[in-house]
């Protein structure tokens, strides 16, 4: 089945310790995206990856990174997580092989809480 | 201003109404436009694509109008299934340009009561 997984789904935290949300789609995807939804806000975009090793930040990357060693997966990193960045986090991916736009898929999401 | 702004809502409408909302862009270089759906605490799904020339796809109706800078949708013969928050998203550069940023509205809500 065509997918987009998210580990974990629920995460509680405290400030401060270090934490990596995965992200991995099966679908051969060249793009893959990672987004923040708060209320009021809608989604915002933290970064995005248009290949392997290629990575670019999105309208809110402060207190985030991302890697992209491999097609499938782009882990998210909180290096010091903060009470703000209590979110619902969704990844999602598309293919790059037409010239228009294609669907993103997204992911479950992943609900973080920071204390 | 914000980049994508939509009313939020919530419609309320009953179950076979025609309803629809808009939703106005800031960049007139915007080259991509999307309704998607996002069911509570769920992720989102592409709904439709908006093209210039209008699309249908059953119920739904979609319309650019790039003059006045918005998207329209628009739901005939509403259904409770249709009860979701409908997210507007536009896409500001080519496809392959560096600038692939895609901006989402905060979404509009809607509620149809039997």
């Known amino acids: 089945e065509a997918q987009v997984t998210q580990n974990p789904r629920y995460l509680i935290t405290v400030t401060g310790k270090k934490l990596t949300v995965t992200c991995s789609q099966n679908?051969?995807?060249?793009?893959m995206s990672w987004y923040r939804q708060d209320p009021g806000l809608g989604l915002r975009q933290i970064y995005y990856?248009?290949?392997?090793?290629?990575?670019d930040k999105g309208d809110v990357p402060e207190g985030y990174k991302v890697s992209r060693k491999e097609k499938r997966n782009f882990p998210l990193i909180l290096e010091s997580p903060s009470p703000n960045q209590t979110s619902l986090y969704f990844c999602?991916?598309?293919?790059?092989?037409?010239?228009?736009?294609?669907?993103?898929?997204f992911g479950p999401g992943t609900r973080l809480t920071v204390l | 201003r914000k980049e994508v702004e939509q009313d939020p809502g919530p419609f309320n409408v009953p179950e076979g109404a025609t309803v629809a909302f808009n939703c106005t862009y800031s960049?007139?270089?915007?080259?991509?436009f999307f309704w998607y759906r996002q069911d509570c605490r769920k992720e989102p799904k592409l709904l439709m694509s908006?093209?210039?020339s209008g699309n249908e796809d059953g119920r739904f109706t979609a319309q650019l109008n790039r003059a006045s800078q918005y998207i329209s949708l628009l739901i005939r013969d509403s259904k409770l299934s249709d009860s979701a928050t409908y997210l507007c998203?536009?896409?500001?550069?080519?496809?392959?340009?560096?600038?692939?940023?895609?901006?989402f509205g905060s979404g509009t809500r809607l509620s149809i009561r039997p």
């Open positions: 990856s248009m290949n392997v090793e290629v990575t």
């Open positions: 960049n007139s270089a915007s080259q991509s």
């Open positions: 998203v536009v896409s500001p550069g080519p496809r392959y340009s560096s600038a692939s940023k895609i901006i």
């Open positions: 679908m051969n995807h060249e793009y």
């Open positions: 908006v093209y210039s």
């Open positions: 999602a991916s598309s293919s790059l092989l037409s010239l228009s736009y294609n669907e993103q898929f």
